[in-house]
């Protein structure tokens, strides 16, 4: 999918766990899935009126739901990449997680005021993964124009929670898409991590969903 919606869908959708009581390792991630749907209506339910006079208060209240649920920290060293995380400081990692977090969340705070969906579709069918902790819920959103768009997340069992480390919207790998954009940023930095860093933004690769230009 090419069009500029991929981008408001692959940003509204990181944010489906945000439920609000922390779930319990006997719950399935798809129950997960299920309650954070629920939870993620609430919220944009609740933040029309917000986001038209105070955008900043949104996206505060957006970063306190999501941090429970999104494993930002992992999927920032995932981002980076082995070779540039091993090669960075810590206090580079550090910084990168947290730009990589803030950025992605104001992103996801303006998408999510712009899509205009009617319901979601849970498929509850078992989906094969490479890895014991880890587990894959798939759903298709369907927009007010009744086009569906398939959606597969991957979560990891951390600390006896179920977090989000990866999205698929229609085929596109988000977390492969910024890896490619940080190691692209690298090479044409001289490897420059604190100036990768401070010009990170999430619009770069999802302008380049939009063109369908992504390697």
């Known amino acids: 999918m090419k069009s500029f919606r991929i981008i408001y869908i692959s940003l509204l959708f990181l944010g489906l766990m945000t439920s609000q009581a922390q779930a319990e390792v006997s719950n399935s991630s798809q129950q997960v899935v299920k309650q954070g749907i629920a939870d993620l209506t609430e ?7 917000i986001y038209a006079t105070d955008p900043q208060q949104l996206y505060n209240k957006l970063d306190t739901a999501l ?41 996801f705070g303006q998408g999510l005021m712009n899509f205009d969906y009617r319901e979601f579709d849970l498929q509850l069918e078992e989906r094969e993964t490479r890895f014991e902790d880890q587990d894959n819920v798939a759903l298709d959103v369907v927009a007010k124009d ?15 929670e179920w977090k989000i480390i990866n999205l698929i919207v229609n085929g596109v790998n988000l977390g492969l898409t910024f890896n490619s954009q940080f190691d692209r940023a690298m090479r044409e ?13 999430p619009d770069q690769t999802l302008g380049e969903l939009q063109k369908g230009e992504v390697e």
């Open 43 to 49: 919220v944009f339910e609740s933040s029309k009126s």
């Open 146 to 160: 009744g086009k569906r768009y398939p959606l597969t997340f991957t979560l990891r069992l951390s600390g006896g």
């Open 189 to 201: 930095n001289n490897r420059d991590f604190d100036l990768v860093i401070a010009n990170w933004s």
């Open 67 to 107: 941090q429970p649920y999104v494993d930002f920290r992992y999927i920032s060293a995932r981002v980076m990449g082995g070779r540039y995380f091993r090669a960075a400081t810590p206090a580079q990692r550090t910084e990168f997680a947290t730009t990589f977090q803030t950025t992605l969340v104001k992103t």
